[in-house]
């Protein structure tokens, strides 16, 4: 039985998705496409080669989990006529697991 506590979390999350979201589309690694909004944040992720650092461009995109079950790397959001390729495992960064979080590469949108 959902707490209240759980209540007024999806209660807020749904504002703020509704606020900040964006309209956007899921593709699945096997082409199945649903319709969701996301929440995109930019984030740079250092990766060394050598003794040199490089800063990688990465997005990191919410979705709330009520509205896809279960992303997976490889998957693809699109939204503003970009395409957010899923890179890494998503995972659930909230304690009641309202929300995925995917690090993303920003591509431009080919279709």
């Given at each position: 039985?959902?707490?209240?506590?759980?209540?007024?979390?999806?209660?807020?999350?749904?504002s703020?998705?509704?606020?900040?979201?964006?309209?956007a589309?899921?593709?699945?690694?096997d082409?199945?496409?649903t319709?969701?909004?996301?929440?995109?944040?930019?984030a740079?992720?250092?990766?060394?080669l050598?003794?040199v650092?490089i800063?990688?461009?990465?997005?990191?995109?919410?979705?709330r989990?009520?509205e896809?079950?279960?992303?997976?790397?490889?998957?693809?959001?699109?939204?503003?006529?970009?395409?957010?390729?899923i890179v890494?495992?998503?995972?659930?960064?909230?304690?009641?697991?309202?929300?995925?979080?995917?690090?993303?590469?920003?591509?431009?949108?080919l279709?």
């Amino acid at each position: 039985m959902p707490s209240p506590f759980d209540a007024s979390a999806a209660r807020t999350l749904q504002s703020v998705f509704a606020r900040f979201g964006t309209p956007a589309s899921y593709v699945s690694p096997d082409l199945v496409t649903t319709d969701c909004r996301i929440v995109v944040n930019s984030a740079d992720e250092v990766v060394a080669l050598g003794n040199v650092p490089i800063v990688a461009g990465r997005m990191i995109v919410e979705v709330r989990a009520s509205e896809i079950a279960a992303p997976s790397k490889g998957g693809a959001f699109i939204a503003d006529n970009r395409e957010f390729k899923i890179v890494g495992a998503p995972r659930h960064e909230d304690p009641s697991g309202l929300v995925w979080t995917c690090m993303c590469d920003p591509q431009p949108c080919l279709s």
